[in-house]
T-cell receptor
Framework: GENVEQHPSTLSVQEGDSAVIKCTYS??????FPWYKQELGKGPQLIID?????GEKKDQRIAVTLNKTAKHFSLHITETQPEDSAVYFC???????????????FGKGTKLSVKP | DTEVTQTPKHLVMGMTNKKSLKCEQH?????MYWYKQKAKKPPELMFV???????INESVPSRFSPECPNSSLLNLHLHALQPEDSALYLC???????????FGDGTRLSIL
């Protein structure tokens, strides 16, 4: 089955710096890769996702890159702000687009701290 | 605000009590999920419902009993829980056959 490794487990940056979180997956059939942000006392919130037919996706200060050959994908946050402080989870799954879908397999999470 | 609403936000119960967790979504999603999340861990899938039918049970103990009365509602009935069942219980929904999954803010459950 799928296995997702996430690094680092903790990350501390100064406000305004960039943050990068990396994930690797094992199942080459996985084709959907979401990133979730979880703040204290809240549920995971989807912040960006990427499908395997795309190499990069951006949304304002957040970007995700995917390398299918190496089976890894990364989250990039630029111009970090204190409100970016949270736990970030990557995940991978097989999405059959209208048929059955695989379960989301999560990485273990990265605790990001942005110091003012 | 999340589009998946979970109640109650907090629940404390004894090991002999019976209680229920409720989840509601009005996005027209036909897949709904229950997850369990322990502190500093990722969510773990418990159950998946598709079109109001249970499609996945991840070998969850029978003291957890899910129910999907209609396409907008998902319940989790709890009975004779153990202290190790204390956790954050998350509900999520998605359009069937597609992602992404949208999560609620969870119910923080404490078993005395």
């Amino acid at each position: 089955g799928e296995n997702v490794e996430q690094h680092p487990s903790t990350l501390s940056v100064q406000e305004g710096d960039s943050a990068v979180i990396k994930c690797t997956y094992s199942d080459s059939a996985s084709n959907y890769f979401p990133w979730y942000k979880q703040e204290l006392g809240k549920g995971p919130q989807l912040i960006i996702d990427i499908r395997s037919n795309v190499g990069e996706k951006k949304d304002q200060r957040i970007a995700v890159t995917l390398n299918k050959t190496a089976k890894h994908f990364s989250l990039h946050i630029t111009e970090t702000q204190p409100e970016d402080s949270a736990v970030y989870f990557c995940a991978a799954t097989v999405n059959n687009y209208g048929g059955s879908q695989g379960n989301l397999i999560f990485g273990k999470g990265t605790k990001l701290s942005v110091k003012p | 605000d999340t589009e998946v609403t979970q109640t109650p936000k907090h629940l404390v119960m004894g090991m002999t009590n019976k209680k229920s967790l409720k989840c509601e979504q009005h996005m027209g999603h036909r897949a709904m999920y229950w997850y369990k999340q322990k502190a500093k861990k990722p969510p773990e899938l418990m159950f998946v419902y598709s079109y109001e039918k249970l499609s996945i049970n991840e070998s969850v103990p029978s003291r957890f009993s899910p129910e999907c009365p209609n396409s907008s509602l998902l319940n989790l009935h709890l009975h004779a829980l153990q202290p190790e069942d204390s956790a954050l219980y998350l509900c999520a929904s998605s359009a069937w056959g597609g992602q992404p999954q949208h999560f609620g803010d969870g119910t923080r459950l404490s078993i005395l």
